[in-house]
């Protein structure tokens, strides 16, 4: 994995996500302020996502959604959802993962934007929680 990637990756992710917070150790990064569909009755409306950034990186996508326990969709419980996970992220709470893998198929390039990348992954949370509970 290239830190000098990581780097810019997680610089260019602060675009859309100024407050991001990132952990070297287990490559970890938590978005505080995620909004959900707004046109869906989730039960909150902006919550915490993470995820972790895979040791080889970028030839391996980053998999599934950390999400904090609580979240559901007009009152149902979520699908494909496991809580508490297995791996847990270093931050504070509670939290499982959504099953959720990248775009289809996954072509990082050595030009950062001209490929696969960390934005187009978290842009993809959208589809995720617009498919519903």
Same mark, same amino acid.
């Given at each position: 994995?290239?830190?000098? @990637?990581? =780097? =810019? =990756?997680?610089?260019?992710? /602060? /675009?859309?996500? +100024? %407050?991001?917070?990132?952990?070297? $150790?287990?490559?970890?990064?938590?978005?505080? $302020?995620? @909004?959900? +569909?707004? &046109?869906?009755?989730?039960?909150? *409306?902006? #919550? =915490?996502?993470?995820?972790? #950034? +895979?040791? %080889?990186?970028?030839?391996?996508?980053?998999?599934? #959604?950390? #999400? *904090? $326990?609580?979240? !559901?969709?007009?009152?149902?419980?979520?699908? %494909?959802? %496991?809580?508490?996970?297995?791996?847990?992220?270093?931050?504070?709470? *509670?939290?499982?993962?959504?099953?959720?893998?990248? $775009?289809?198929?996954? *072509?990082? !390039?050595? &030009?950062?934007?001209?490929?696969?990348?960390?934005?187009?992954?978290?842009? !993809?949370?959208? &589809? /995720?929680? /617009?498919?519903?509970?």
């Amino acid at each position: 994995m290239s830190t000098s @990637r990581i =780097e =810019e =990756e997680l610089m260019l992710i /602060r /675009r859309y996500y +100024p %407050n991001l917070s990132y952990v070297f $150790e287990g490559q970890w990064v938590l978005l505080p $302020e995620y @909004r959900l +569909p707004a &046109d869906m009755p989730w039960s909150h *409306k902006v #919550i =915490e996502v993470a995820f972790t #950034i +895979p040791a %080889n990186y970028p030839a391996a996508p980053p998999y599934g #959604i950390y #999400i *904090k $326990e609580g979240l !559901t969709l007009g009152g149902a419980g979520l699908q %494909n959802y %496991n809580c508490p996970s297995s791996q847990q992220p270093p931050f504070t709470g *509670k939290w499982g993962v959504l099953s959720w893998s990248p $775009e289809d198929p996954w *072509k990082p !390039t050595a &030009d950062l934007v001209g490929g696969s990348n960390l934005v187009n992954f978290i842009h !993809t949370f959208q &589809d /995720r929680f /617009r498919q519903g509970a």
